[in-house]
């Protein structure tokens, strides 16, 4: 009896950013609902990273289907566009965005380049992804060429972190205004308490058996209770539509039932002047600041999480110097045999530029005390380089021609002319980064 075997459907990998949570029965919640999406074939959830990667069947559902998901139960979800090896993300520039047929016309011109193997255009984002074989062409080439076609671009700068840090301010301008009140309801209060005088004042009636006191921490509470708090509510509300209580629920059941009740003895004591009014509005006008001030020192130690990374990054360099060989030798002969002859290589010119716009192939000069730009071979001069920041060893390493050098680590006393061999995702402080970013993110197996 013959088998046939079962076809293996394409996978796409995708990391997203997730804001609103905040314990792990969050992340169990997430875990669980998105992965029982169809189409989704697993996700892993980090809390302090707050980003989720999620494998899943493009034929079945795609990012903006995931993204759905994760808004639906409560959380705010966003698509971090990561560049992979050998792939470019454009951010497209203009006055005006591309229409579908100017990035049709964008996809067919760029894909018949040669080198690269597929692009495609997100005209709603404006970005272009652009998958090309970098020993064939680079990253200057594509952007010369869509210059030519009259559409500007850049490398696209991740907007989830610059996002975080925005809604970071946004907070904290909300927390200090919340704490303003906070601090005028303590205040009214350890006067109504401890001072007799203010005591009388604030609980003289301003309707009948309704004082000062009660309306001014009723005014007080409302904007804080449906205002500030509208989003425990609304998170509430999605946690139970999908069976996931969290801990908005709990929020909004301790606060709403004190509110409520004390709005009841309001009225009924209206209708009632013998009843003697007794209210908790303070609780929500106490408990909410509170909660948010508890949110705000939480994200600001989900910030700290990411200080490795970012010590990482401090080491990728900025900019290069990228030099042009005179045609004898030629570029294509300067090779670590050529120096290694004895022939002398001749700079005919030289342009700083990006180090993003780097290109296998390029050389690039490397003057003493500053850092390597790229992985490359060197080509010519002799120096020693502190390569700390990969082997952790303090002393110097000599380098002569012909050895590779890695990009980040600091030449020290010699000149260099370096042939850039990886550029992008593929060279080692990024994978290194890469490394840092899926420890993080990934569980241990247990």
């Known amino acids: 009896v013959g088998t046939v075997a079962e076809s293996t459907l394409p996978t796409v990998e ?33 809390l302090l990273n707050e980003k989720a990667k999620v494998t899943f069947d493009p034929l ?16 705010e979800g966003e698509l971090i566009r990561e560049a992979s090896a050998d792939t470019l993300l454009l951010d497209l520039l203009g006055d ?8 049709d016309s964008l996809e067919t011109l760029l894909s018949a380049l040669q080198g690269v193997t597929m692009c495609a255009v997100e005209t709603q984002e404006q970005l272009c992804r652009v998958q090309y074989d970098s020993d064939r062409i680079g990253i200057r080439a594509v952007l010369a060429e869509m210059r030519g076609m009259g559409v500007s671009a850049r ?12 809604d970071l301010v ?11 009140v906070f601090a005028i309801v303590m205040s009214l209060m350890l006067a109504h308490h401890f001072s007799t005088d203010a005591m009388k004042m604030l609980n003289q009636p301003i309707f009948l058996n309704i004082s000062y006191f009660t309306f001014i921490m009723w005014a007080f509470s409302t904007p804080i209770q449906f205002g500030v708090g509208r989003r425990f509510y609304v998170s509430a509300y999605k946690a139970m539509k999908h069976g996931f209580p969290d801990m908005n629920v709990l929020v909004v059941l301790g606060t709403t039932s004190a509110y409520a009740y004390s709005v009841f003895a309001v009225i009924y004591g209206v209708m009632n002047p013998t009843f003697q009014v007794i209210q908790f509005f303070d609780t929500a006008t106490m408990l909410i600041p509170a909660i948010l001030l508890g949110k705000y020192f939480e994200n600001l130690a989900k910030g700290n999480t990411s ?4 010590e990482l990054l401090k080491l990728k360099v900025d900019s290069a110097i990228v030099v042009t060989l005179s045609p004898s030798p030629s570029p294509s002969s300067a090779t670590p045999a050529a120096e290694g002859s004895g022939s002398e290589l001749i700079v005919e010119s030289e342009e700083v530029m ?37 082997t952790g060893e303090s002393l110097p390493v000599l380098k002569v021609v012909g050895e590779k050098v890695i990009g ?18 593929n060279s080692s402080l990024s994978q290194i980064i890469q490394l840092v970013q899926n420890a993080q993110t990934n569980k241990a197996p247990i």
């Open 354 to 390: 990006s180090s993003d716009l780097l290109q296998k192939g390029d050389i690039v000069k490397v003057l003493p005390g500053s850092a390597v730009p790229a992985d490359g071979v060197i080509i010519q001069g002799k120096s020693t380089v502190d390569e700390s920041m990969i």
């Open 307 to 310: 200080s490795a990374i970012s």
């Open 60 to 75: 079945v559902i795609d990012e903006n289907g995931i993204i759905e998901a994760i808004t639906d139960i409560g959380f």
């Open 170 to 180: 946004a907070e904290w301008a909300l927390l200090q205004k919340c704490m303003i």
């Open 14 to 46: 995708a990391t997203f950013g997730v804001t609103g949570m905040t314990c792990g029965a969050c992340v169990n919640s997430l875990e669980s609902y998105v992965g029982s999406s169809d189409g989704v074939i697993s996700i892993v959830v980090s």
């Open 96 to 103: 005006t965005p591309l229409t579908p047929t100017e990035a």
């Open 408 to 425: 980040g680590t600091t030449n020290q006393n010699g000149l260099l002319l370096v042939r850039v061999t990886e550029v992008g995702s």
């Open 155 to 166: 490398l696209a700068v991740p907007k989830f972190d610059q996002n975080r840090e925005k």
